[in-house]
């Protein structure tokens, strides 16, 4: 009996006969390769900064495409030299509803991309009488967007609107987004629409981001709109360089323009600088805005009209932390 002990000893104490054995945890560490090396470059030298980016400097445009619901409430005041200052609000919103069907959303916007150019544009026999004109307070846009076509880096959407003046807008957009390098992402989306009181017409936009450090991203928007009313082709583009200068804090200079095309005839061009930050919550910003415009004027000049705004923004978005 003596002798059986140490083996009894060792069979109560070793693993139950028909149990898995315990996991094999090598803490070795594991070698780190090119997989690594491109993994780790993609992450920080692009999808980190233009996160950045997306989530402080995101135009109106593009906010839109995001797949979660967020509410952004918009205040402040613009000033213009000669125009005097004015208060400014706006709604952006995205509400997923699910209830219904994945595909439908609510979409609540205060961009412009369907409105007619300046009517200051004359090409052959159009008058600026004759250009819609353009409400400032019709800016704001609901809509019920259909998502026909969402994989990987292509959608397809189909938008029922109307505007904050009662004109109804039905709109269909093809978007693509893809990386042109390990470096640089590119966005293209094509629009056609019909708007109420301006009618048919087609519009393709741009973007290239450019990361140069995981803080500093430089930014090229381009856009250009037909009206099926109208001769020529509107374009507009807009370089900016995007800093961040801390955690809650980032600054946005940029220079842009507007033409008309065939003619290239030049009708706005503007610069600015953007400082935007976070305070008091993590859901509360403020932007300050100094900058100056050159618009054209019936007689072809380009008087330099300082502007300058303050805004005040609260965000709700779903995932927060």
Known sequence: ??????????????????AEPPPVISTAPVPHNWIDTVYSGVSHGLVYPVGFVDRYFLPAHEEIETN??????????????KDGVHFRRAIRAMVRLPGVTDRLSLVFSDDEPNLPPPPTVTLGAVTPSEVPQVNPKDRQTAALRYSAYNRLNTKVDLNLATRSGLR????????????????????????????????????????????????????????????EKLPGITGDTRLSLVSQLSPKAALSAGAGF????????????????????????????YELEPGVNWTRTPGGHYPRIPTAAIRLEIQFRTGRK
């Open 1 to 18: 009996m003596a002798l059986l002990a140490p083996v009894g000893f060792i069979l109560a104490s070793g693993p139950v006969l028909g």
């Open 68 to 81: 979660r619901s967020y509410l952004r409430v918009i205040g402040g005041y613009e000033w213009a030299n």
């Open 168 to 227: 109804p807008e039905l709109a269909g957009r093809l978007q693509q987004r893809l990386p042109l390098s390990r470096m640089v992402m590119s966005n293209l989306s094509l629009t056609g629409f019909w708007l109420g009181g301006t009618g048919f017409g087609e519009r393709v936009r741009y973007s290239v981001e450019h990361p140069f450090s995981p803080y500093t991203t430089l930014r090229l928007d381009n856009a250009a709109t037909h009206i």
């Open 258 to 285: 507007t033409v008309v095309m065939p003619l290239w005839q030049g009708q706005a061009y503007s610069a600015s600088v953007i400082y935007r930050r976070n305070f008091y919550r993590e859901w509360l910003f």
